[in-house]
């Protein structure tokens, strides 16, 4: 596609429900980050992937979140039992190649609200 | 732990007045970007400097880097009502480290 994708843009879920977020990368791109952002606060570094390498989970705040990626192109978050904390922009980026010298794009997030 | 911290965190001007952002880092890096935000959504793209350059430009944007000092600047110059927004410079911690690191943004408006 045109530019990383993000599905849905907005989800309210119930406390403990389980939730699903999507990413659909840009074709080729090899890396691909999850970060979460809470209202006017930075991005925080939830996971990466990087080809077939196993992912970098080291930001990953709890095992309630889980994420994989499919073919190596779209990835899926999983929130288990959210909590009202979990409320957040969760976003997505994709790079060609993981390496810092090249550009992350960026979709426009998913807002998480959790009541 | 965060890697880049801006610095102010708010800055309001008027337009045609230039804005400058800091971004201050803990450990050496590889290179170091910097990113807008409009409206708490996806994140645009702006400029990369690696850590062996200094300065970079691109239109009205210059990016300086002082690596002894572990400091980055950007500068808008002549500033429109379209350049409100926030602005966050991303970093690795060098070494095989390839995850951007963001901080907390700078907020700009740019009153019209």
């Known amino acids: 596609g045109a530019g990383v994708s993000q599905s849905p843009s907005n989800k309210v879920t119930e406390k403990g429900k389980d939730v699903e977020l999507r990413c659909d990368p840009i074709s080729g791109h090899t890396a691909l980050y999850w970060y979460r952002q809470s209202l006017g606060q930075g991005l925080e570094f939830l996971i990466y992937?990087?080809?077939?390498?196993?992912?970098?989970k080291s930001g990953l705040p709890s095992d309630r979140f889980s994420a994989e990626r499919t073919g190596g192109s779209v990835s899926t978050l999983t929130i288990q039992r959210t909590q009202q904390e979990d409320s957040a922009v969760y976003l997505c980026?994709?790079?060609?190649?993981?390496?810092?010298?090249?550009?992350?794009?960026f979709g426009q997030g998913t807002r998480l609200t959790v009541v | 732990s965060q890697q880049g911290e801006e610095d102010p965190q708010a800055l309001s001007i008027q337009e045609g007045e230039n804005a400058t952002m800091n971004c201050s880092y803990k450990?050496?890096?590889?290179?170091l970007q910097w990113y807008r935000q409009n409206s708490g959504r996806g994140l645009v793209h702006l400029i990369l400097i690696r850590s062996n350059e200094r300065e970079k430009h691109s239109g009205r944007l210059r990016v300086t880097l002082d690596t002894s000092k572990k400091s980055s600047s950007l500068l808008i110059t002549a500033s429109r009502a379209a350049d409100t927004a926030s602005y966050f410079c991303?970093?690795?911690?060098?070494?095989?480290?390839?995850?951007?690191?963001f901080g907390r943004g700078t907020s700009l408006i740019v009153h019209p």
């Open positions: 980026a994709s790079s060609l190649i993981g390496q810092l010298n090249t550009e992350a794009f």
């Open positions: 450990t050496s890096i590889n290179n």
């Open positions: 991303a970093t690795d911690e060098g070494g095989g480290s390839y995850i951007p690191t």
């Open positions: 992937f990087q080809g077939n390498s196993a992912p970098d």
